[in-house]
């Protein structure tokens, strides 16, 4: 059994090379590294069974040989207007890989009728006005506003992988990803679990905006990882959330993250900002994944901070 | 001045045509007439600055010289799944259309540093919770619907386009089209209009579903292009709404019908249906459009009809 996944370089599509090696499946990794980063496939390299093409999904896709499953995971995936890796600096590369990519995508699965699996977003949701989300939920999303590149090129992914579904009778899968953290993330990501645990790691005080009792909630890698292999395996055709429900406050963040790291700066207050990039309340109604895949996510918060915290050692160059 | 136009042989890209050429244009006319049909353009065979290309915009745009203006219209555009060209029987066509034929014609524009013009939709609002609809309004589409070929297409295609706007300075225009009537529209569009025409003139009675005290709105076609007309020549890039507010009832709309049409069958009421193809209720706010375009509808729906009764007695011929 053989899978592309496209994305492989990034933080999601490594770990899912490296989990459908350690399942027996040969695997094709895929990226043209505009966001994905080769370091993250370098313990790869040579291992039995993995092979890597440099490719832009926003062009044809050809691969020889057979083909079972399809992962379409290559897109920027990061908020942040401050990084060239953000989609806000890479609108159009953005809405390409979200269409053309698709597209391509599609198109491979389609020739080898494999398992087509989208990766889909929390990000379809836009500014939701209900809590949680689940996946019956249409989305409130702003089609010209600067980050609709992401939010409107996975909403068009989604409504072309159901095309493809119903139209073509292709097996197709749609995840919809929620707030994940851990080994491989982009540091500077944008969002509050890498911002603080920079912070931390230099010893500066964790900046927290307002008073620190807005709510976020994440999923550590190796849950999403294992809801996602699930949802592969499963016949689903309708999107299914994987994420973390569990909600924490931002404090709470800065403290523990302050704990584990040992940085005695402590927390300083500042006034909110309109327009930070780190993005607005959201929270998996994840019903759908526990019933239809059994699964739930299994790593607290802590375990999960301590997993990820020698990573950003690492990146930081910091013993 | 030269003007491209895609989409040249559907309903309003064939009416687009004739007005550049009135006002002085060359017009390059370009369809694959999937939807479009060649008798639109009949008449303009051999006029003096007008010349066609036959292609699919879905792939690569190449026009021979240069180009001032691009108007992108080519799509699927009839909600009505029992016809052959309704997007609901086309849904990878009409996704491609939005994408890829949006991107291209972008890509075209640019090269030419060409005013482009995109051709969205009411649809982009979905099942709105305002009426009527004004700009800033971001619509409520369900992602994956069978429906949604068309609604997320479009709201691709405007997020596009704002960022070729924003981050390769093209000078784009986006307009929101309204349900519009009149000569050359797809008689089997499944709307209420063309059905109640064609039910007029073959002398059966006209069907309403439920009371019929539900409302629509609808834009003749000569004021439409006017609108678009005025939005192309100003440097709006921002959305602007083009449609007719005046919303009737159904039931005045059939009475109407036939009234004008000397329809002896009267009306039957028929229990109101659920998944019927015309759409939901949707009235235009044209606040912008009066402000900026100085434009406003000037052709009442009686006249209206009476300017779009020959075309259907002919396409139906009758005399």
Redesign the interface.
């Known amino acids: 059994m053989r899978v592309l996944i496209t994305g492989a370089a990034g933080f999601l599509g490594s770990h899912l090379c490296e989990r459908f090696l350690n399942e027996g499946y040969e695997v094709v990794g895929m990226d043209n590294f505009v966001t994905g980063n080769p370091q993250n496939l370098a313990h790869l390299a040579g291992r039995e069974g993995f092979s890597f093409i440099r490719h832009d999904v926003s062009d044809f896709i050809f691969v020889p040989g057979k083909l079972d499953i399809v992962l379409h995971f290559a897109s920027p995936a990061s908020p942040n207007p401050l990084s060239p890796f953000g989609y806000p600096n890479l609108?159009?590369q953005t809405?390409?890989a979200?269409?053309?990519g698709t597209?391509h995508s599609l198109g491979v699965a389609r020739v080898n009728n494999a398992r087509f699996l989208l990766a889909s977003t929390s990000e379809?949701y836009?500014d939701p006005e209900v809590h949680p989300q689940d996946e019956s939920y249409?989305?409130?999303?702003?089609?010209?506003s600067?980050r609709?590149?992401y939010d409107?090129?996975k909403?068009?992914a989604?409504?072309?992988t159901?095309?493809?579904h119903?139209?073509?009778g292709l097996n197709t899968g749609?995840v919809r990803i929620f707030n994940t953290y851990g080994p491989r993330m982009h540091i500077d990501d944008g969002r509050v679990v890498p911002n603080f645990l920079k912070q931390a790691l230099y010893r500066q005080p964790l900046t927290v905006y307002g008073d620190g009792l807005q709510t976020r909630s994440f999923c550590y890698v190796d849950d999403l990882i294992e809801g996602i292999y699930r949802l592969v395996m499963s016949d689903e055709h309708?999107?299914v959330n994987i994420g973390n429900p569990i909600e924490s406050t931002i404090l709470d963040f800065a403290r523990l993250i302050n704990k584990l790291t040992g940085n005695p700066a402590d927390i300083v207050f500042r006034e909110r900002q309109r327009g930070e990039s780190d993005p607005q309340r959201r929270r998996p109604d994840i019903t759908r994944a526990r019933r239809i895949l059994g699964w739930e996510p299994q790593i607290d918060i802590e375990e999960g901070l301590r997993r990820t915290i020698p990573y950003f050692k690492e990146k930081l160059a910091l013993s």
Chains 1, 2 share one sequence.
């Open positions: 609108p159009i809405l390409k979200g269409a053309l597209h379809i836009g249409w989305g409130r999303v702003n089609p010209i600067p609709s590149v409107e090129a909403r068009f989604e409504s072309l159901m095309a493809y119903r139209f073509h749609i309708d999107p």
